[in-house]
């Protein structure tokens, strides 16, 4: 489940709909997405997989990446994995999608 874009979260954000890093869901929007809770939300921060900007309130805002990596973390927990695992999972899986595109687009120069 990829999450769907939603609004802005600052009002002259329209630029940034294509922006997966852009820090666009609140909290309960995050985890109603991703049929959750705030807390599962919270201990992806504490594990250090997610480190959500944060609103000049001080509310946690998540992008679209990093809805992605939580949605891969749900599933492994879903499955049995305990959630420190899951996040270093996760975490490997992330780096090596990174490296992969890094070397196609070094492979596309040549």
Do not use: W
């Amino acid at each position: 489940m990829i999450p769907d874009q939603e609004g802005p979260a600052t009002p002259n954000g329209a630029d940034k709909f294509d922006d997966e890093h852009y820090p666009a869901y609140t909290m309960g929007r995050a985890a109603d997405m991703l049929g959750t809770s705030q807390n599962f939300l919270r201990s992806l921060d504490e594990a250090g997989l997610i480190t959500p900007q944060r609103s000049p309130g001080g509310h946690r805002r998540y992008s679209r990446h990093q809805l992605r990596l939580a949605t891969r973390v749900r599933e492994l927990v879903d499955q049995g994995t305990a959630v420190e695992a899951a996040c270093r999972i996760v975490t490997l899986e992330d780096q090596l999608h990174e490296a992969q595109r890094l070397n196609a687009e070094l492979r596309a120069e040549d």
